[in-house]
C-alpha cells in the first residue's frame, strides 16, 4: 500500500512538471520594449562635438554616446530650420507632406506622430524643452515646454498647458524637468518615450553664469574660407547670414552699452531678454560684459580685423552655452545608469539641424551646403549596438519615427517617408538609399535665403534656387568638401549633370514633391510674411 501510494505521488508530480513545461511553451514571455530618450538640442553644429573631431571643444558626455554606441557620420536633415526638422522628426514626413515647410506655417497636431503610435501600444510619454511650434503637443502624457523660440534666462514654460514662469537657465531648468519627470512623474511599470529638447545653442547664445569666461584663454582661428567672396555662387552671393556684416554687436554679441539708445528691433529685442534677469544676474552678466564692452570703444576695429574679432566673441559664446547641454546630457545618463536602466534604453543625441561656424563667413542655418544640411547624430542601446560603432550610410532626420517604431515592435504605417536603420547600426547587410531630398522654403524671409530644393549621393550634390532666381549648382564632394567650386556648367561634368538631374527627379516622384506644391507654398509663404514681417524681424 505504501509502495502504490509512492508511486501515485511521482506519478502526479511528473504530470504537474509536464503541464508547467506545455504552459510556459503555450505562452512565451514577450520581449521587453525598450524606453527611448531622444535628446534633441537647437543649432548644434556637428563641429562643436567633440566626438567628431574637429577640436573646437570638449563634450564628453555627448560623446560617451557614441563611445558606447554608435556616431553617424553622414547624418542629414530634410529642411534646415528649427520648427520644419521637428516636424519632419515626429512625422517621419518630409515638409511638403507634414505641411510645417517654414517657421510661419502652422503645424497640424492632429496628424500622426510617433509619439502617439507609441502611447497607444503602452509607452508612457513626455516632451520637456522646445518644439518651437504652436499648440499643445499631441502624443504626449505630460509635456512642459517653451512657448515658441523661449528665453534662455527666467524662461516661460507651458506645462500641459498652464503658462508659469521658472528661474534660472533654461538650460538647467530643462535638464531638470526631464529628471524630475523620469525619477517622479512616470510610471515605473511603463516603457517610456522622453523627448528631452534644449534651446541652446540657439542665437543670441547667452551662455549660463557659471560659462561665462570659459574660453577666454583661447582665440578661435576661423575656417579657411571665412573670407568667401561667393565667386559662381548668386543664392549665396545674396545671403544676409555673414559674420562680419549682418552679427548684431547688441544682440548677437552682447555688446550692448547701458547708455546707448535702443534703436534697431534687435536691440530691443536683447534688452527686454536682459531685463528677465533678476539683480544677481545682471551683477554677473555686467561683471563679464562691461570690460569687453569698454576694450572694444577702445580698440575701435575696423574691416577684417574687426570680422575676425567677432568671429571669435560669436564662438566663445557660442560654444559656452553648449557645455550647459553638455552637462545636462550627463546627468540623464547618470540617472539613466544609477536606475539600472541603460541596457534597455535608446538614447539618441541630435540637433535640429547644423549651423555655420564661420564656413563662407556665416552663422545661421538653412542652406543646403553641408555644415547646416548635415547635423549631428549618436545613438547608443547597449542591446544591439556595439560601442564604437560608425556609420557612413546617409540617415535623415525622417528615419528617427521609423526606427523608434521598430525598436519598439510596432507596424510602421506605410505613409510614413522615413526608413528604419535599426539593421544599419546592428551592423547587418541593408539595400540603403543612395540618394537623399533636400527643400528650404522660408522666402522671401529672415537672412535672404533663396527657396530651393536638391539631391545629394554619396559623391555628389546638385541644387536649384528658384522663385525670384533660377540657378543652378552642382559640387563634387571628393574634391570640392567646402564647396566653393560650382561645376554645374564645367563639361567635364556634363555626364554627372545629367545624372543628377535623372536622380533629383527620381527623389521627388519618390516622395511626392512637384512644382505644383512649391507654387503651392509659395503663395501661402507670401501672404503670411506680408502680414508678419513688418511687425517681427526677429530670426525665427
Known amino acids: 500500500m505504501k509502495r502504490k501510494l509512492v508511486n501515485i505521488l511521482i506519478f502526479n508530480i511528473l504530470i504537474f512538471i509536464t503541464s508547467c513545461n506545455k504552459t510556459v511553451k503555450k505562452e512565451p514571455l514577450k520581449p ?34 557614441a563611445l558606447e554606441g554608435a556616431l553617424f557620420n553622414k547624418g542629414f536633415v530634410t ?176 555688446l550692448k552699452d547701458k547708455e546707448e539708445t535702443i534703436n534697431t528691433r534687435l536691440r530691443k529685442s536683447f534688452e527686454n531678454m536682459y531685463n528677465r534677469m533678476d539683480e ?92 547646416s544640411f548635415r547635423t549631428p547624430m549618436l545613438i547608443r542601446y547597449p542591446k544591439e549596438i556595439k560601442p564604437g560603432t560608425e556609420i557612413n550610410q546617409m540617415i535623415q532626420n525622417i528615419d528617427f519615427a521609423p526606427t523608434f517604431l521598430d525598436y519598439a515592435g510596432v507596424d510602421i504605417p506605410k505613409d510614413i517617408q522615413g526608413e528604419s536603420f535599426r539593421k544599419v547600426v546592428k551592423g547587418e547587410k541593408v539595400n540603403w538609399r543612395d540618394a537623399i531630398y533636400y527643400t528650404y522654403y522660408e522666402y522671401p524671409g529672415e537672412h535672404n535665403v533663396a527657396r530651393h530644393h536638391g539631391v545629394r549621393t554619396k559623391r555628389y550634390k546638385l541644387i536649384h534656387f528658384y522663385y525670384d532666381i533660377d540657378v543652378w549648382e552642382l559640387y563634387d564632394l571628393d574634391k570640392d568638401p567646402s564647396e566653393m567650386n560650382n561645376v554645374y556648367n564645367d563639361e567635364a561634368y556634363a555626364e554627372v549633370r545629367i545624372e543628377m538631374h535623372k536622380k533629383l527627379k527620381e527623389v521627388r516622384a519618390k516622395y511626392r514633391d512637384s512644382d505644383e506644391l512649391d507654387t503651392k507654398y509659395l503663395n501661402e509663404t507670401l501672404k503670411k510674411e506680408r502680414a508678419i514681417r513688418p511687425l517681427n524681424s526677429i530670426k525665427k
Open 32 to 65: 521587453e520594449r525598450p524606453n527611448i530618450v531622444f535628446i534633441m538640442s537647437d543649432d548644434h553644429a556637428f563641429q562643436a562635438i567633440s566626438a567628431y573631431g574637429h577640436g573646437l571643444n570638449k563634450t564628453p558626455n555627448i560623446d560617451r554616446i
Open 79 to 254: 529642411n534646415s530650420i528649427c520648427a520644419p526638422s521637428r516636424a519632419a522628426m515626429l512625422t517621419g514626413k518630409h515638409s511638403h507632406i507634414n505641411g510645417k515647410v517654414d517657421n510661419l506655417h502652422a503645424f497640424d497636431w492632429t496628424q500622426d506622430n510617433f509619439a502617439k503610435t507609441l502611447q497607444k501600444v503602452g509607452y508612457q510619454t513626455a516632451m520637456v524643452g522646445k518644439i518651437h511650434m504652436d499648440g499643445l503637443p499631441q502624443g504626449f502624457d505630460y509635456s512642459n515646454v517653451l512657448p515658441g523660440q523661449g528665453h534662455y534666462y527666467n524662461p516661460d514654460f507651458i506645462e500641459n498647458g498652464e503658462k508659469k514662469q521658472i528661474y534660472g537657465h533654461a538650460t538647467q531648468i530643462t535638464t531638470d524637468l526631464a529628471l524630475n519627470w523620469l525619477q517622479n512623474k512616470r510610471e515605473k511599470d511603463k516603457p517610456f518615450l522622453l523627448l528631452y529638447h534644449q534651446k541652446a545653442p540657439h542665437r543670441p547664445w547667452m551662455p549660463e553664469e557659471k560659462y561665462l569666461d570659459l574660453f577666454d584663454g583661447k582665440t578661435f582661428a576661423p575656417p579657411s574660407n571665412f573670407f568667401d567672396d561667393y565667386q559662381g555662387r548668386l543664392a549665396a552671393e545674396k545671403h544676409e547670414m555673414g559674420i562680419d556684416v549682418h552679427m548684431d554687436l547688441a544682440y548677437d554679441l552682447k
Open 280 to 371: 544677481k544676474q545682471k551683477a554677473a552678466w555686467d561683471a563679464y560684459y562691461d570690460p569687453i564692452i569698454e576694450k572694444f570703444k577702445k580698440d575701435k576695429l575696423s574691416g577684417k580685423e574687426l570680422a575676425l574679432w567677432k568671429y571669435d566673441r560669436y564662438m566663445k559664446d557660442y560654444l559656452a552655452t553648449i557645455q550647459s547641454v553638455d552637462d545636462g546630457v550627463g546627468e540623464v545618463l547618470d540617472y539613466l545608469e544609477a536606475n539600472g536602466l541603460t541596457e534597455n534604453t535608446i538614447v539618441v543625441y541630435t540637433s535640429d539641424q547644423g549651423f555655420y561656424l564661420g564656413e563662407h563667413g556665416w552663422f545661421d542655418k538653412r542652406f543646403m551646403y553641408e555644415e
